[in-house]
T-cell receptor, first 115, second 114 residues
Framework: EPEVTQTPSHQVTQMGQEVILRCVPI?????FYWYRQILGQKVEFLVS????????KSEIFDDQFSVERPDGSNFTLKIRSTKLEDSAMYFC?????????????FGQGTRLTVV | AQSVAQPEDQVNVAEGNPLTVKCTYS??????LFWYVQYPNRGLQFLLK??????LVKGSYGFEAEFNKSQTSFHLKKPSALVSDSALYFCAVGASGGSYIPTFGRGTSLIVHP
């Protein structure tokens, strides 16, 4: 069964450092997403990406965040200057279609710990 | 804005008994409703969805959910729980006329006791 893979599974970084979270979406999918879950809280939408550009983003996705699809297979989330409150589980997802008719497939997540 | 509420942080049930995990939603427009499950150290896995049609939706692993428009609910059910069903369950909602990108609830931890 095809799956979305994320690396690393756990990343520890110092406050103020830049981190890049990596995702390999399912190969024939066209829409890509990042979500995050702060411990004990709900899963929050960050950004969606289609046709090499951001299609929608939440208020959480401010200037410290950026996404990129550098080589046609990877989909990355960069956090430029990490803050303690960025500590969370980050999930990548992909789907065939943008409408809700196409369910999203999620990766196993990257746990980011900012110290 | 669309939102989802999962009123129970944890549900405990004995193996073999029926289980229910509750979800209520709020949207403008027609809702698209989803259930996802997360096993330890795994990603979110799609279980089932309601877009339109029959209010009772059947999904993976014997789970089903009933869409109730008047109560704005989409409770997840299974007639006979297994220990292996123990996991974290997330309800999500999108909407026609609103954001099609699903908004998730906080999740409910289901614990099935042998």
């Amino acid at each position: 069964e095809p799956e979305v893979t994320q690396t690393p599974s756990h990343q520890v970084t110092q406050m103020g450092q830049e981190v890049i979270l990596r995702c390999v979406p399912i190969s024939n999918h066209l829409y890509f997403y990042w979500y995050r879950q702060i411990l004990g809280q709900k899963v929050e939408f960050l950004v969606s990406f289609y046709n090499n550009e951001i299609s929608e983003k939440s208020e959480i996705f401010d200037d410290q965040f950026s996404v990129e699809r550098p080589d046609g297979s990877n989909f990355t989330l960069k956090i430029r200057s990490t803050k303690l409150e960025d500590s969370a589980m980050y999930f990548c997802a992909s789907s065939e279609g943008v409408r809700a008719l196409a369910e999203a497939f999620f990766g196993q997540g990257t746990r980011l710990t900012v110290v | 804005a669309q939102s989802v509420a999962q009123p129970e942080d944890q549900v405990n049930v004995a193996e073999g008994n029926p289980l229910t995990v509750k979800c209520t939603y709020s949207v403008s427009g027609n809702p698209y409703l989803f259930w996802y499950v997360q096993y330890p150290n795994r990603g979110l896995q799609f279980l089932l969805k309601y877009i339109t049609g029959d209010n009772l939706v059947k999904g993976s692993y014997g789970f089903e959910a009933e869409f109730n428009k008047s109560q704005t609910s989409f409770h997840l059910k299974k007639p006979s729980a297994l220990v292996s069903d123990s996991a974290l369950y997330f309800c999500a909602v999108g909407a026609s006329g609103g954001s099609y990108i699903p908004t998730f609830g906080r999740g409910t931890s289901l614990i099935v006791h042998p």
